[in-house]
């Protein structure tokens, strides 16, 4: 069954009634097997950790780990918009790499984070079913960049490659100068953003 790894043996049931892909995946993130969180940040507070907390109980009963640290250490950086998911899940990998747990990401390409949790034993299986629709990996196993994509009115396609949080500010169309970002990072014009 695809994504058993995310489960463990009580879990699996109640995928069993998924018949496409995309049912699938809704069952998943309805029953909480996977977190889909916003490249902007959290929606509630400490959502990233308390997920990580349940799937961690879930796949290991009797697991606790101290989300509390992870969060502290955040309010000590001063994060761009767009860092703070990132920031969150390599202080968490740390801590759960330590009980053979591994953070995956589910690339469907858009800018949300689908997040799940996996028995280091179980990634390889899991990554064995990517296909079109499950695009999974390890976090930190991308290159955490952005390709900014866009097409300016006079018809020509500009493209930007940048680390994940980095700004993209006062940049002008490369054929006939129009301004496509100011010296804010708002974009003129609609942006296609590609998370690589």
Known sequence: MKCAQLLNPDELSALAKAESDHELLDCLIREKYLLVVDWKGEEEASQIGKFLQSRATALIPGTLINIGDAYAAMEK???SVGDAVPFLLKHFQQI????????????QQN????????????LKDL?????????FSAFGSSTG?????????????????LKRGEPLTDDVCQDC????????????????????
């Open 111 to 122: 800018d949300s984070y689908y997040i799940g949790l996996v028995k280091d034993d179980g």
């Open 77 to 79: 950086e001063e994060l």
């Open 127 to 135: 990554k064995k079913q990517n296909d079109e629709f499950w695009k």
């Open 96 to 107: 759960l790499k330590k009980l053979k747990l591994t953070i995956i990401l589910l690339d």
């Open 145 to 161: 960049e952005v390709l900014y994509t866009v097409n300016c009115d006079c018809g020509s396609m500009n493209v930007w490659q």
């Open 177 to 196: 100068g129009k301004e496509l970002f100011d010296k804010e990072g708002n974009a003129s014009l609609p942006v296609i953003r590609e998370y690589i």
